[in-house]
């Protein structure tokens, strides 16, 4: 396919040749300026974390690629790695990284109390319609010269959106148990009873556990002291089949009287399908633990997404806004334009959603993704989705592409799906060497989207459109973006 493309843009050489060059430059003052990128919008500068020279990207040093735990103190260190959580759950998943400062200024129109202190929501001030028009020039701003890009999805309900909810617990001066987020660059914890994009029953849970410590003598964990048991509850609740799993992380294996707390926690709340003891004894900033003890049903949840089922342990990256995610997937599966026959790769596969969606319409799909966990979920979805022509591969996904391509190896669609730090190059050119016709491009981080589509374009892939969706409403320029890509700018039917 690559040589056959080759031909059509020779007419285009003398143009080609100055593209290759600017973006040479461009790439080179990207490196040079220690991998940031700055972009204007609206006069208001926003500068991308940088990223290591050579086009790797920093996501094994930084707190867990290969961990699913979540990067706790350092909002921006982990917000690259949608595996992550950390405390400040909403500001990770919310803000562009290595952002100087996420901290909203007090705005008296803003309908959360606390947004001042938490920083996850930035937006909030603005009515819905503004929040949309903002991210829709960011993404113009940020693609141009690149594609087009159509107007952005929102949500018709933009509230109470997020189904995974994280409250890092701590106890006030009088030693009152209180569960929230980390105010922004500091430990202390900020009490957050209602959040307004969080699930309610998920924050209901989380009130309900916060109440019954005193009872059970639990004592919440002081990171100074060590001393305590309780440090983290995460809830995830699948959208549309409404189980709930329950994670409490706790600093020590040993929970006295867990069976009885349990209990009085099913009695006070029927609908936990399961609970998760998850054990983090280390002096760490990620929030879960290696260990895992099942205390109550699977230890997983299954949620429905475009028309399959999926397990979802509790390290595994999901989706946080399935009504938007149902969105995104549809849009991407419709630009992949598959017909049966193709061979595709899901690559950044995480519990295999995407590979699992395609698989329908390919002839095989390939799933790789680093983190083992998501892996063992895939590969368990694959059976119990009954699809038979995918496969799961663990390992980093630019060197497994590029052993692929080394191998001799072809594709005819590639979906990249990567971390919001964004791919590498040795991925990249791992593509070109598979050579697909398309690649689907999801991102969760528009700057290093429109870095790597600059790059792409020096190997000969061409975006020929973006659809931005909102994923995060209330908060600050993330946006997820569906590109499509053809080699030498020619889409293909
Ligand atoms: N496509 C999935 C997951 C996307 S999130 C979905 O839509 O649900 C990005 C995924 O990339 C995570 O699961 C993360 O573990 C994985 N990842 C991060 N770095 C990776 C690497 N170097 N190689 C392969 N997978 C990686």
Redesign the pocket.
């Known amino acids: 396919m690559a040589e056959k493309n080759t031909g059509k843009n020779t007419g285009k050489k003398s143009g080609q040749d100055n593209l290759d060059k600017e973006l040479e430059q461009w790439i080179s003052d990207f490196y040079k300026n220690g991998g940031k990128v700055t972009i204007d919008v609206n006069g208001k500068k926003t500068t991308s974390a940088p990223r290591t020279t050579g086009g790797k ?1 920093n ?2 040093s930084g707190p867990g ?2 961990n ?1 735990s979540f990067g706790a103190k350092n909002r921006t260190a982990a917000a690259k ?3 992550m959580d950390t405390r400040s759950k909403k500001a990770d998943e919310g803000k562009p990284v290595g952002k100087p400062s996420a901290q909203p200024k007090r705005n008296t129109k803003n309908p959360c109390p606390i947004s001042h202190k938490c920083g996850g929501c930035q937006l909030l001030h603005l009515p819905y319609e503004k929040q949309l028009k903002q991210k829709q020039q960011l993404m113009e701003e940020l693609l141009k010269g690149i594609c087009p890009v159509h107007p952005i999805t929102g949500m018709e309900n933009p509230w109470h959106y997020r189904n995974k909810v994280h409250a890092v617990f701590d106890h006030d001066k009088f030693g009152n148990p209180i569960s929230g987020v980390y105010e922004a660059k500091s430990h202390r914890v900020v009490p957050v009873e209602k959040c307004l994009i969080e699930d309610e029953k998920a924050d209901e849970i989380i009130g309900t556990i916060r109440g019954m410590l005193k009872s059970f003598k639990i004592r919440t964990y002081d990171e100074d002291s060590g001393y305590g048991l309780l440090r983290h509850v995460l809830i995830r609740r699948g959208f549309a089949s409404g189980q709930i799993m329950v994670v409490l992380v706790t600093a020590s294996p040993v929970f006295p009287s867990k069976n009885h707390f349990v209990k009085a926690l099913l009695e006070k709340h029927p609908e936990i399908t399961t609970i998760v003891q998850n054990v983090n004894d280390r002096a760490t900033s990620m929030v879960l633990g290696d260990r895992e003890h099942v205390l109550y049903g699977k230890g997983y949840i299954e949620d429905t997404l475009c028309g399959r089922t999926f397990r979802i342990s509790s390290k ?4 946080i806004n399935p009504v938007q ?1 149902e969105k995104l ?1 549809r849009k991407a599966m419709k630009e992949a334009g598959l017909t049966g026959t193709e061979t595709v790769i ?10 699992m969606i395609a698989a329908a319409d390919a002839g095989k799909v390939i799933g ?4 083992q966990d ?1 892996v063992r979920d895939a590969v368990s979805n694959a059976k119990a989705n009954r699809v038979e022509n995918i496969r799961f591969y663990c ?6 592409m590029t052993e692929m391509a080394d191998a001799g190896e072809h594709a005819d669609v590639v ?1 990249m ?3 919001r ?1 964004g791919s ?1 190059e040795e ?1 990249m050119r791992a593509v070109r060497k598979l050579g697909p016709s398309r690649v689907v491009y ?1 991102s ?1 981080g528009p700057q290093t989207l429109a870095i790597d589509l600059k790059f792409f374009r020096t190997l000969g892939y061409r975006a020929v459109g973006a659809w931005p969706f909102d994923m995060f409403p209330g908060t600050e320029e993330h946006v997820e973006t569906v590109v499509v890509m053809t080699y030498g700018g020619v889409k293909k039917k």
């Open positions: 990207t996501r094994k690629a290969k699913e790695n949608r595996n595994s990256f999901y989706q995610t997937y899901d690559a950044y596969c995480g519990i295999g959603t995407i590979g790789v993704e680093l983190n998501a390992n980093d996904a630019g060197r497994f979906f799906d990567p971390p730090s590498t991925f999801i969760c």
